[in-house]
Structures are given as C-alpha cells and as structure tokens.
C-alpha cells in the first residue's frame, strides 16, 4: 500500500461509542429518578401517616354506635383515660401521654377503656356476651362486624381513629 498524502478520500464510519454512552446515561438517568421517586413517596407515606395520629396534646372526635340484631344501644357510660367517652356516643382521643399517642390511640384502647370486648368473632356489652352463630330474636344468626366510615373493616382493634371518623360497632344477621 502507498502513504496516503492527501486528504482521506473515503468516508469515515460513524463511531458506536457515543451512541452506547447516551444509551447507558439514559437508563442510568431512568433509574436514579425512579430511585428518588420512591424515596419521595416513601417520605410523603410515612410523614402523612404521622400526621393522621393524634400528638400529645390533640382532641380529636369519632363518633360510634353499636347496633345489635338491628337495635342501636343506648350510650355507653362515661368511661377514663386518654381514649374514652362521656357517654355520648363520641370516642374522645386527647392523649397525655406519648404511650397514649399516635399508633397507640387505637379503637381497642377505647374498648378497654369502656369495658367493651369486641373481637372479629365476638361482643361482650355489660357482661352479656354474643359469639358468631348466636341467634338475634328473628332467630337468624348473628356475627360481628366493625365498619369504619361505612366500610367493614379486620383488624380493626390496632386502626387509630381519625378526627371525624364514623365508628359502627354491629352484631347482626
């Protein structure tokens, strides 16, 4: 072959390179936003959640009622402590306490408080106890249900009530 002297005559190929670099920038890109989405949500998540329990110091409202075999109860009687009722239908949630706060204001707070034992199977209201199967006078059976803002809901004995939220506490057909 002889020394090229002059200006290169062929056309050069273009290089892969550059092409794979923005490629792998792109999906480096992708992934670190994605990263920092998560992150984000996570954040907003467990802030919102903090802010939706009640601080030492709060007096929030959720007003329940309990209907058995389709008859609402009269209040129950004024219970104590941070979690309680003045026998007026009303959960009372002012915590005092830091053990009294946040995840700790639960409904099954309440129910201690008012000597009231609710379980996903059974009531027990003033020493009388109904199980699920137990007969309403219609002589259909009953089984226990919590509903929360009208939605039936499990687990409910760790829920933390909101300021507002409608509590309904039933044993029915």
Known sequence: MWPQTGPRTTPRRPRQAPAIKRRRRSWELWIAGSVIAIVAAAIVVVVGSQLSR?????????????????????????????????????????PHSWETAGRNATIAAFLRSAALGVTETSITILSKTLENGDRCADGRGGAVTVLINGMPTRGFATYVPKDGDQIEIRFAP
Not at 58 to 84: M, N, T, V, Y
């Open 54 to 94: 009640p601080k030492v110091g709060d007096h929030w409202h959720a007003p329940f009622k309990i209907i058995i075999c389709g008859e609402r109860l009269p209040p129950l009687p004024p219970s104590e402590g941070d979690i309680h009722t003045h026998g007026d239908d009303v959960i009372h949630i002012h």
